[in-house]
């Protein structure tokens, strides 16, 4: 298990913070699915670490689940400075990856911040070696400097009515490349299937053994800046070990 990093709590010193999870049948389905899932990883991955994060605090919520395959490379590029980076930061480059190159006035207009804020952030990213400066505008680093994480999949677990946990693994696509929900029950009915199809959203069953009923779409990372945020907590996380 050297090649896998598990955070089921918080880590206060990289701005990690994570829900307290309740004991139950839920928690034993999560848990059950985390070792089967390492182990799947250990045995078909060769050349990627894992990061898996149980009930992570972000924007939208507490997703029970979060497995982020990264380059073991990450610490190659990193800096110290990248500490220091906080949800502002990461906004403004997640906006210039999108958009770059660009002007701070641009950047100010687009994300609606205050100026002040903006300047600070485009400074920090600068001197933690994310971006530069090119006929007086800004524009990101080559990407395998900045994110090393490969596969960010998220997942919902739920005790029995899988649709109710729907509508949350597809909120949880702003920020992953793939996103499941995963169930107690063995055999979702056909229509269940066809509406996690249209969405784009995965399933996995337990059943006798975990199932994966429906595969998720595929989508590309960094979509956001809590895509963004995973890589950060990981890369900061090994510089202090």
């Known amino acids: 298990m050297d090649r896998i990093t598990i955070f089921n709590k918080a880590v206060e010193s990289v701005g990690l913070h994570t829900r307290h ?3 139950g049948k839920e928690l034993e389905l999560v848990n059950g699915f985390i070792d ?6 250990l045995r078909t991955n060769r050349m990627r670490n894992l990061a898996v994060f149980v009930e992570p605090y972000i924007a939208s919520g507490f997703p029970d689940i979060v497995f982020a395959a990264y380059n073991p490379s990450i610490m190659d590029n990193w ?18 990856l999108s958009v770059a190159p660009c ?7 687009s994300l609606k911040m205050p100026e002040v804020q903006v300047f600070t952030s485009v400074e920090k990213l600068f001197d933690a070696k994310l971006i530069e400066r090119t006929n007086k505008k800004w524009c990101t680093r080559k990407m ?3 994110y090393s994480i490969q596969k960010l999949i998220s997942v919902e677990a739920k005790i029995g009515d899988v649709r109710k946990v ?49 595969e998720a779409q595929r ?6 800046y809590i895509s963004l945020q995973f890589n950060e907590w990981i890369g900061n996380f090994m510089m202090k070990q």
Do not use: M
């Not at 800096?79 to 210039?96: F, M, P, Q, T």
């Not at 989508?219 to 956001?224: K, N």
């Open 144 to 146: 395998s400097n900045i």
């Open 36 to 41: 089967y899932y390492c182990q799947n990883f």
């Open 79 to 96: 800096s110290a400075e990248r500490a220091g980076l906080n949800v502002a930061d990461l906004k403004v480059l997640s906006y210039l």
């Open 166 to 214: 729907a509508a949350q693994s597809f909120r949880n696509t702003w920020f992953a490349s793939q996103s499941y929900a995963l169930t107690s029950a063995a055999a979702p009915q056909e229509s269940t299937i066809t509406c996690f199809k249209k969405q784009g959203i995965g399933l996995y069953c337990k059943g006798k053994n975990y199932e994966k009923v429906v």
């Open 219 to 224: 989508l590309p990372l960094p979509s956001s």
């Open 21 to 23: 999870s309740t004991e």
């Open 103 to 109: 002007n701070g006035e641009q950047i100010i207009a």
